[in-house]
C-alpha cells in the first residue's frame, strides 16, 4: 500500500486588513480592541472585496500549492473542496475552482463540514491515495466570511471572530515510510443548532418567506450565524484534546512527543488552555489567529502552509493535528513530515 503525504502547501489571503478599532470606527460596532483580545486573543482579520467568493480565494492558494508540489492541475486526480461559505447555494465551489484551473474532467467534490472540514478532507484525501485511486488529490479550505456577518453591535459576539482566507494542500502518493500516519473524526449531530447559520429552511414551502411582492424575506435569526459561545468552548477543549489524545495514544506517544501541533483557529484562548492541560510548550503550537481570525475550514492550512515557508517545518518531524467545530464535529491527525 501508498504512503499519503503533503508535497505541497499554498495560502491566500485577500489584501485588506480590518483591525478591531476598525470594526469599531469604520462599522460602528460598540465594542473595543481590549475586548475582542482579551476573549479571544483576535487583533485583525482579512475580508475580501465585493465580487470576490471562496472559489477565487481558493484558486490562488491551489496554485501556490501545486507549484510547491511540482505538478500540474492536470496532473490531479481529484478535487477536494472545503467550505461553508459556497459560492452559491449549488454548484459546490469545487466545479468553480476547476474551471479556474483550467482541468476539465477532473473530479471536484465538496465537504461542509465547517470548522473540522479540512481535517474531514484530509481522510478522504489520504484514503483515496493509500488505496490507489488517486496519485495526487488537491484539497482547499477556503471562506468568504466577511459578506455574512452581522457587522453591528447587535452581532458583535460572533462577527468579531471570523475573516477570509484560503489554503491548500497536494496530498500524493509515495513509497517512503512518511506522511499521514492516522487521522481520528467524531460528531454529535444533537448540537448541531448550537452553532449555526441557518439562512433557509428546506422544510417549509417556500423554503425563503415571501412579502406581498414575492419577494424573499429573511428574518435576522435566521440570516445571521448565532452560537452559545461558552458550550462550543467547553465541547472544543474536550475533544480536541481527548481526539488528540486518541491519536497519541495509538502509537505509544506521548502528546509532548510532538513536534509541532496546529490547532484549529477559533479561539486563542481555547488553544492555550488546551495547550497547557496537554503540558505543549508553547513553541510547538505556532498560530495565526492574532491576525487573521477565525477562518474556519482554511485555519490549519493556512497555517501548515506558513509554518512550510518559514522554513520551520522539517522532513521526519512529528506533527499532530486537531480541530472541532459546527456539527458539532471535531477530528485529530499525526504526520510524519
Same mark, same amino acid.
Given at each position: *500500500?501508498?504512503?499519503?503525504?503533503?508535497?505541497?502547501?499554498?495560502?491566500?489571503?485577500?489584501? @485588506?486588513?480590518?483591525?478591531?478599532?476598525?470594526?469599531?470606527?469604520?462599522?460602528?460596532?460598540?465594542?473595543?480592541?481590549?475586548?475582542?483580545?482579551?476573549?479571544?486573543?483576535?487583533?485583525?482579520?482579512?475580508?475580501?472585496?465585493?465580487?470576490?467568493?471562496?472559489?477565487?480565494?481558493?484558486?490562488?492558494?491551489?496554485?501556490?500549492?501545486?507549484?510547491?508540489?511540482?505538478?500540474?492541475?492536470?496532473?490531479?486526480?481529484?478535487? &477536494? !473542496?472545503?467550505?461553508?461559505?459556497?459560492?452559491?447555494?449549488?454548484?459546490?465551489? +469545487?466545479?468553480?475552482?476547476?474551471? =479556474?484551473?483550467?482541468?476539465?474532467?477532473?473530479?471536484?467534490?465538496?465537504? =461542509?463540514?465547517?470548522?473540522?472540514?479540512?481535517?474531514?478532507?484530509?481522510?478522504?484525501?489520504?484514503?483515496?491515495?493509500?488505496? +490507489?485511486?488517486?496519485?495526487?488529490?488537491?484539497?482547499?479550505?477556503?471562506? #468568504?466570511?466577511?459578506?455574512?456577518?452581522?457587522?453591528? #453591535? @447587535?452581532? =458583535?459576539?460572533?462577527?468579531?471572530?471570523?475573516?477570509?482566507?484560503? +489554503?491548500?494542500?497536494?496530498?500524493?502518493?509515495?513509497?517512503?515510510?512518511?506522511?499521514?500516519?492516522?487521522?481520528?473524526?467524531?460528531?454529535?449531530? @444533537?448540537?448541531?443548532?448550537?452553532?449555526?447559520?441557518?439562512?433557509?429552511?428546506?422544510?417549509?414551502?417556500?423554503?425563503?418567506?415571501?412579502?406581498?411582492?414575492?419577494?424573499?424575506?429573511?428574518?435576522?435569526?435566521?440570516?445571521?450565524?448565532?452560537?452559545?459561545?461558552?458550550?462550543? !468552548?467547553?465541547?472544543?477543549?474536550?475533544?480536541?484534546?481527548?481526539?488528540?489524545?486518541?491519536?497519541?495514544?495509538?502509537?505509544?506517544?506521548?502528546?509532548?512527543?510532538?513536534? *509541532?501541533?496546529?490547532?484549529?483557529?477559533?479561539? &486563542? =484562548?481555547?488553544?492555550?488552555?488546551?495547550?497547557?492541560?496537554?503540558?505543549?510548550?508553547?513553541?510547538?503550537?505556532?498560530?495565526?489567529?492574532?491576525?487573521?481570525?477565525?477562518?474556519?475550514?482554511?485555519?490549519?492550512?493556512?497555517?501548515?502552509?506558513?509554518?512550510?515557508?518559514?522554513?520551520?517545518?522539517?522532513?521526519?518531524?512529528?506533527?499532530?493535528?486537531?480541530?472541532?467545530?459546527? +456539527?458539532?464535529?471535531?477530528?485529530?491527525?499525526?504526520?510524519?513530515?
Amino acid at each position: *500500500m501508498k504512503n499519503a503525504y503533503i508535497s505541497g502547501t499554498g495560502y491566500y489571503y485577500p489584501p @485588506r486588513v480590518v483591525t478591531n478599532q476598525d470594526l469599531v470606527d469604520q462599522y460602528g460596532i460598540d465594542t473595543s480592541d481590549e475586548w475582542i483580545q482579551k476573549r479571544t486573543g483576535i487583533k485583525a482579520r482579512h475580508f475580501a472585496d465585493e465580487g470576490v467568493g471562496s472559489a477565487e480565494m481558493g484558486h490562488h492558494a491551489a496554485k501556490m500549492a501545486l507549484d510547491n508540489a511540482g505538478i500540474k492541475a492536470t496532473e490531479l486526480d481529484m478535487i &477536494l !473542496f472545503c467550505t461553508l461559505s459556497p459560492d452559491h447555494t449549488f454548484p459546490g465551489s +469545487g466545479v468553480y475552482l476547476q474551471a =479556474r484551473l483550467e482541468c476539465p474532467g477532473v473530479p471536484a467534490m465538496d465537504i =461542509r463540514n465547517q470548522c473540522s472540514g479540512f481535517l474531514y478532507g484530509l481522510q478522504t484525501a489520504a484514503a483515496l491515495v493509500k488505496s +490507489g485511486a488517486a496519485k495526487h488529490v488537491l484539497l482547499v479550505g477556503a471562506e #468568504t466570511h466577511s459578506a455574512a456577518l452581522d457587522l453591528t #453591535t @447587535r452581532g =458583535r459576539g460572533v462577527s468579531s471572530l471570523f475573516g477570509d482566507a484560503a +489554503g491548500a494542500v497536494v496530498v500524493s502518493a509515495t513509497d517512503e515510510d512518511r506522511g499521514i500516519q492516522h487521522i481520528v473524526l467524531g460528531a454529535d449531530g @444533537r448540537y448541531g443548532d448550537v452553532l449555526c447559520q441557518k439562512i433557509w429552511d428546506i422544510t417549509k414551502r417556500p423554503f425563503i418567506p415571501l412579502d406581498e411582492d414575492g419577494n424573499g424575506v429573511v428574518s435576522p435569526e435566521m440570516m445571521w450565524a448565532h452560537m452559545d459561545g461558552k458550550l462550543v !468552548f467547553k465541547n472544543a477543549v474536550e475533544k480536541m484534546i481527548t481526539s488528540l489524545a486518541a491519536i497519541c495514544w495509538d502509537y505509544k506517544m506521548q502528546v509532548t512527543d510532538l513536534d *509541532m501541533v496546529l490547532f484549529h483557529q477559533a479561539n &486563542l =484562548r481555547i488553544n492555550q488552555f488546551i495547550q497547557q492541560t496537554m503540558g505543549l510548550d508553547e513553541a510547538k503550537v505556532p498560530s495565526n489567529i492574532e491576525r487573521c481570525g477565525n477562518t474556519t475550514a482554511a485555519t490549519i492550512p493556512t497555517l501548515l502552509a506558513e509554518q512550510v515557508e518559514q522554513g520551520k517545518v522539517e522532513p521526519g518531524m512529528k506533527m499532530g493535528m486537531a480541530a472541532f467545530g459546527s +456539527g458539532f464535529t471535531w477530528g485529530a491527525a499525526y504526520l510524519v513530515w
